[in-house]
């Protein structure tokens, strides 16, 4: 205790370019330009929102986030501020909330989330959107994982008072392709609107009316039909977007979230996949501000159907004789008969086409596979796109640059394997994750001129369909992995379901196979899992070096420099 | 100067002192501008452009005038809080939205007297150096904008506009901008989101400080009609001089509208403080009409605090003793009623004599806020459809006792919560009804209108959800 | 099919009103479009969409209300998009989506005008209009008298509250307005169109015989090539003339 501490906590802030907060009654240090409502809840101190988003401008009209808000009494002219025990300045509170998402911090600001003011603000914000709100929860999608339902709960009355007709609105409008607005749910906070504007750059949301007859629409003949529409069901805190796909199919409370990432473009969008017994009800964006913000493209999200499709491969599948009809098998007897038939197939006369939509892990297997057949003819499909200045790249396949870093390969040697098929120096196919006859470009009569095609895939595909042996493997959602982006970032896939029917993870399989083939290199066969796979290459490849399953996290680290960047990241950081 | 006489039936009353009004219903005079310059008009605004920008600001602030649109803030302290460095443009906005219920003072200037008004707004933009400014007019004033049109191109032609005015080398364009109808329009930011041509939505303050970040993102000047008349009068008369006259904290004169149930409703031009409410009601408009008594009065547009006439207000003197008054005691200046609880803003005063039902009036106020609201922010977009459909109930005689406090819990709920100053404006009507006039309401409830609860069971199991806190 | 429109639909759905037949259809012209250019550059540069309000303005002005098919056209003149001009046009009362009458009339409900008895002229108003006053509702404000004439529709606050009832009819503002000012002021209205249509009448009168002349001295001219200046001369002052003739 002294009365002239050597240093005050403002000024010990200030050098590091913060202020000190009283939030609650504790004391906290925040940069300067932090809102009042990151603050608080970055501490604990939860402030409820509706209309603030962090990527979003700040509209400041939901009132939800008001919180009792104190300043160090003004000085008159000329006197010096008095400071308490502790260095700080007594706190004068003001009688009038403040809203928690326009207004940033100060100097020896107070803030209460707690007491009489807030607690009666929130209760009074909640009933008043509870007024003409069709109280509908039993059959709303959003119910679980609504906003105002939640904080009606945490803060709102028991009990209601509103005894007037409601204000009535438009119900179950297809405002675009893949979403449904129902106006009389929605507490107007314009975060479609924003998102759309600001995000998007379309103008297509707006809002219409007047007073309590406010309403979002779009205008006639046009729709929300972007390929980023579904974030606005993601960001509206109620019910009043829903998803098209997902209505109506399962309450959020049974659905169990996986954070893991999206393998349909070299991005690598953070992704939670939803799912209940083995079945993935839908797929939302999972923040990361390296790689997707807050937002995923729709065509992304809604590209999970295979996964649970009658196509899905469930047990291996064998030909007993070249031409005869496919028909189950066990994996034992499958593992055998293929590690034979490998035998017998000339290394120089065996190519291996393998997918840049694998994970590091397999294609670490991949190699061992190679290595152990002594075949050299080994190449990825790629895949190019066009890049739409947002979150898609123009690179289709999500882990190029893993394939390139493992295998040393990037689809140049494709046309030289097609044109050794063509002409009959290459007359056993080991199909590895891709449908050749697609991008790979391989003729279906070419392939039915192979001696020998083993394939393995999760559903079946002209490629399967024309093999020897099928291997049935398994979809993002049912592995572990790693896979690195476009911008060089290594990311984890987690497993959400279980591999369906008898299905087994590609590493797995490859490994299993490699084994079988004779290989004893400790380091391909005694590998349990992925993340030990992972040690492994971390010990061989320099990017990866010293990497650890646990040390990638959730949101991946960058191992590599690669000049590529996503666009929508380059202008939300050119907008800070 | 000639005799100024003024045309039959439109005399000023003796206790007025017309300045700003000073050509309202004058015999001959026309709004051109050949009348107004034959009048001195112009002069002060020559004088001015010889003048350095921040001396006009100087003046200003030494004048003490007060802004005039209802919030009354010092005129010349706003024009400072433009940004020290400041190097985008500045524009200048002139709120001719009257729209306030009860307030009818300006309509007077733009459609009669519209160059006092631009000799006003030059003014202003000269001491602010904005090279782009906007009147900002209501819908609802057709002809007005065709005559401060007209107006305007004179004064472009007199080369009072336009560039390098005067040879001073100053520039400044006026455009004339017409609402569509909104009462919204008449709060600053709400009015500036009008003119960018989005919806009229208040903007949240912090940041949108219009001074520091208003029009197009620049600095901007927002004042009422009548505030930039009193500039020109200001300039005219000397800081000094304009700041000895009337009330202290609020010098200068003031337009009263007078409304309601008074014998001689009207505009009255008089010297801020120097007359009493009962004055002005009494003697300037007469009293009450025959047979009737007054019962409460708005003192300062719709969205004041009603004031019962039978109220005993208590007003401390310098020596420490108290006194009694009632509203009739009550100075008209900007500060005095402000002591009791409601406000003189925009100078609109509504008169109610006894023959009024207090809850038909509330009801009447409600749906002009219900209908007024913009809806962006949810306490008041919610809040008063329901105030407007309580108040309405209760009239109908579907009420129960309890609505009548129900009523006053949602205005407390809108008020102070609200985005824009109009949570303010539409729960305090509200509050002061209820509250001053409660017996009136709860003469029209019954009690058998109340909600019953189904069963004793239902009772019993909305005590368990009621929260204690 | 006549399905009722959902909530986005009925944004642009026309809202049929006997009062189009006084008003011309809308239609983009070049001086419409050259009009709202000149507004457009009232503005600072790059704010084209200050503009959306005056170009609404002179849209009503020129055809009564704004349609459907004016709402694309605005937000393509003020660079601004067509759901945020329809966010405009919805939410101020003083902008029309359905066509009003001939002569439109706005009566001041609120506080001071309602204390002086404005609101009892409504009724009397309906009567004279011949419209129901249940009509009027919170959605559509205004009522269209059958005949097109007429259109009524209750306000807020026309600011000039110490000498109520206010009605403001078209761009004139009515102050003490009484029955008896209703009867006249709706007398004068009739006499008013009167003399358009007089004029109108006229005009059209003289219009015709204009085109006869011309067709007659375009037969003349048919026949005979030679006069084919001549022809011309007379023809063209007299086409002049119809227009100017004010």
């Known amino acids: ?576 | 100067m000639s005799e100024i006489t003024y045309k039959p039936g439109k005399e000023p009353h003796p206790r007025e002192t017309r300045r700003i009004f000073k050509n309202i219903d004058r015999e001959g005079y026309d709004p051109s501008i050949k009348c107004f310059m034959k009048d001195g008009g112009y002069q002060t605004l020559k004088k001015c452009l010889k003048m350095e920008p921040a001396d006009i600001t100087n003046e200003v602030k030494k004048s003490g005038l007060r802004g005039r649109g209802g919030a009354g803030f010092p005129t010349g302290v706003k024009w400072t809080f433009i940004p020290k460095g400041n190097t985008k443009p500045v524009y200048l906005v002139c709120n001719c939205d009257e729209s306030e219920p009860g307030t009818f003072k300006d309509r007077f200037i733009v459609h009669q007297d519209p160059h006092q008004l631009i000799e006003g707004m030059i003014i202003a933009c000269y001491a602010v150096q904005a090279h782009y400014a906007v009147i900002y007019m209501r819908e609802e004033f057709p002809e007005a904008a065709k005559i401060m049109q007209k107006a305007l191109d004179e004064a472009e032609a007199k080369n009072f506009l336009g560039k390098n005015i005067q040879g001073t080398g100053f520039d400044l364009k006026i455009v004339l901008h017409r609402g569509a109808g909104a009462y919204i329009c008449g709060e600053e930011t709400g009015l500036i989101n009008s003119i960018e041509g989005v919806r009229p939505y208040p903007r949240i303050k912090p940041p949108f400080f219009p001074a520091a970040i208003g029009l197009y993102g620049c600095p901007t000047i927002v004042n009422n009609v009548e505030s930039l008349c009193q500039v020109r009068q200001v300039m005219m008369m000397g800081g000094e001089a304009y700041a000895a006259e009337g009330a202290q904290r609020s010098p200068g004169t003031r337009i009263i509208g007078v409304s309601g149930d008074v014998k001689r409703p009207g505009v009255y031009e008089i010297i801020s403080g120097s007359i009493t409410y009962g004055e002005l009601l009494y003697d300037i408009c007469g009293g009450p009409r025959i047979g009737r008594k007054f019962k409460a009065i708005i003192p300062g547009g719709a969205s004041a605090k009603v004031m019962r006439c039978d109220e005993i207000l208590k007003d401390r003197n310098p020596d420490g003793t108290v006194r009694e008054m009632t509203i009739f005691d009550v100075p008209m200046d900007l500060d005095s009623i402000a002591k009791f609880g409601s406000m003189s803003g925009s100078g609109g005063v509504i008169v109610m004599d006894d023959t009024r039902s207090m809850p038909k009036v509330l009801n009447n106020l409600n749906r002009f806020f219900a209908w007024e609201s913009c809806g962006q922010c949810s306490p008041c977009r919610e809040g008063n459809p329901w105030m407007y459909k309580l108040s309405t109930r209760i009239c109908e005689g579907k009420g129960s006792p309890e609505d009548v406090d129900l009523l006053k819990s949602v205005a407390d709920n809108i008020c102070g919560r609200t985005v824009c100053a109009f949570g303010e404006a539409c729960s305090w009507p509200t509050q002061a009804f209820t509250t001053k006039f409660r017996e009136e309401f709860l003469a029209l409830t019954k009690p058998i209108n109340a909600l019953k609860p189904h069963s004793a069971e239902t009772a019993e199991a909305r005590k368990f959800l009621t929260r204690e806190d | ?246």
């Not at chain 1, 939800?64 to 010096?80: D, F, I, K, S, Y």
């Not at chain 1, 509908?136 to 028991?158: F, H, M, N, R, V």
């Not at chain 1, 049974?254 to 209940?276: A, E, H, Q, Y």
């Open chain 3, 1 to 246: 099919m006549s399905e009722t429109p959902n909530a986005i639909d009925a944004i642009t759905a026309p809202i049929s009103s006997p009062g189009e037949k006084f008003f011309p259809k809308f239609e983009v012209t070049p001086e419409l479009v050259a009009k709202a250019q000149e507004l457009v550059a009232l503005y600072p540069e790059g704010k084209e969409q200050s503009a959306v309000l005056p170009i609404i303005h002179h849209v009503q002005e020129e055809f009564g209300y704004v349609s459907p098919e004016a709402m694309p056209w605005i937000a393509e003149m003020c660079k601004s998009t067509p759901i945020h001009v329809a966010g405009i046009v919805t939410f101020y009362p003083g902008i029309h989506r359905k066509c009003p009458g001939k002569f439109h009339f706005r009566v001041c409900r609120t506080i001071a005008c309602a204390l002086a008895g404005g609101e009892e002229l409504l009724p009397y108003i309906c009567s004279k209009m011949g419209v129901e006053p249940s009509e009027m509702t919170d959605e559509e404000p205004m009522v269209v008298s059958p005949d097109g004439l007429w259109s009524l529709e209750a306000v807020e606050c026309l600011a000039n509250c110490g000498y109520g009832p206010n009605v403001m009819v078209n761009d004139t503002l009515y102050s003490q307005v009484t029955r008896g000012k209703i009867d006249e002021i709706m007398a004068a209205c009739k006499k008013e169109l009167a003399a358009e249509r007089k004029e109108a009448a006229a005009a059209k009168k003289e219009a015709a015989a204009a085109r006869r002349e011309a067709k007659a001295a375009a037969a003349a001219e048919a026949t005979e090539t030679t006069e084919d200046e001549s022809a011309t001369k007379k023809a063209a002052p007299k086409k002049k003339a119809t227009p100017k003739k004010k």
């Open chain 1, 1 to 576: 205790m002294s009365n002239n501490p050597t240093i005050l906590p403002k000024d010990a802030a200030a050098a590091e370019g913060k202020v000190n907060v009283q939030i609650n009654g504790k004391w906290y240090r925040f940069p300067k330009g932090t809102r009042i409502a990151d603050a608080c809840n970055s501490v604990g101190a939860h402030v409820p929102c509706f209309c603030y988003h962090p990527k979003l401008t700040v509209a400041g009209s939901c009132r939800m986030c008001l919180v009792e808000q104190g300043m160090p009494p003004r000085l008159a002219p000329g006197a010096t501020p008095t400071y308490g025990e502790d260095g700080y300045q007594p706190i004068q509170w003001m009688p009038r909330a403040i809203i928690a998402c326009a207004n940033t911090v100060a100097e020896n600001m107070g803030i209460r989330t707690e007491g009489k003011l807030t607690s009666e603000a929130r209760r009074g914000v909640l009933e008043f959107l509870l007024t003409n709100h069709p109280l509908d929860c039993p059959i709303c999608d959003q119910a679980g994982e609504c906003k105002l339902q939640e904080y009606t709960s945490d803060y709102g009355s028991g009990t209601h008072r509103f005894t007037e007709d409601k204000t009535k609105k438009g119900k179950n409008i297809s405002i675009g392709p893949r979403v449904n607005l129902d106006q009389e749910r929605c507490v107007l906070c314009r975060r479609c609107v924003r998102f759309m504007k600001e995000i998007v750059g379309e103008e297509v949301l707006g809002v219409v009316g007047r007073g309590t007859h406010n309403a979002i629409a779009c205008y006639p003949g046009t729709s929300l039909d972007s390929n980023y529409s579904m974030n606005v069901v993601d960001i509206c805190p109620v019910g009043a977007m829903t998803s098209k796909d997902f209505r109506f199919k399962m309450r959020v409370w049974f659905l169990k979230s996986t954070p893991t990432i999206d393998v349909n473009c070299g991005t690598g969008t953070n992704i939670n996949i939803w799912t209940r017994e083995q079945q993935v009800y839908r797929i939302t964006p999972r923040q990361n501000d390296e790689v997707n913000s807050c937002w995923m493209p729709d065509s992304h999200r809604l590209n999970y159907k295979y996964i649970n499709a009658p196509e899905r491969l469930l047990t291996p599948l064998v030909k007993t004789d070249h031409g005869a009809p496919q028909r189950p098998s066990t994996w034992d007897a499958t593992l055998n008969m293929v590690v034979e038939q490998l035998h017998s197939c000339a290394p120089t006369e065996t190519a291996i086409i393998c997918s840049a939509r694998m994970t590091n892990e397999e294609l670490y297997m991949v190699r061992a596979l190679a290595r152990q057949l002594g075949v050299t003819k080994i190449d990825i499909v790629p895949r190019k796109g066009e890049n739409d200045g947002m979150l898609v790249s123009d690179d289709l396949n999500p882990n190029t640059n893993g394939a390139k870093l493992i295998l040393g390969k990037n689809g140049s040697g494709l046309p030289a394997i097609r044109r050794g098929i063509k002409n009959n120096s290459i007359r056993f196919l080991i199909a590895l994750g891709e449908d050749v006859t697609k991008e790979a470009g391989i003729e279906a009569e070419d392939l039915e001129a192979l001696d020998y095609i083993l394939a393995m895939s999760h559903s079946e595909n002209a490629t399967t369909k024309a093999a020897d042996v099928v291997l049935p493997s398994v979809t993002f959602a049912e592995k572990y992995g790693t896979m690195i982006n476009v911008a060089g970032r290594i990311q984890r896939l987690n497993k959400a379901i279980e591999p369906q029917g008898e299905a087994r993870p590609d590493w797995d399989i490859l490994r299993q196979l490699t084994e079988q083939l004779g290989c004893d290199c400790p380091r391909v066969i005694a590998c349990p899992s992925p993340m030990i796979i992972l040690e492994e290459m971390a010990q061989e490849f320099e990017p990866m070096k010293g990497l650890t399953w646990g040390k990638i996290g959730n949101g991946g680290i960058v191992i590599m420099d690669t000049g590529v960047t996503i666009p929508l990241i380059e202008r939300e950081k050119a907008k800070k």
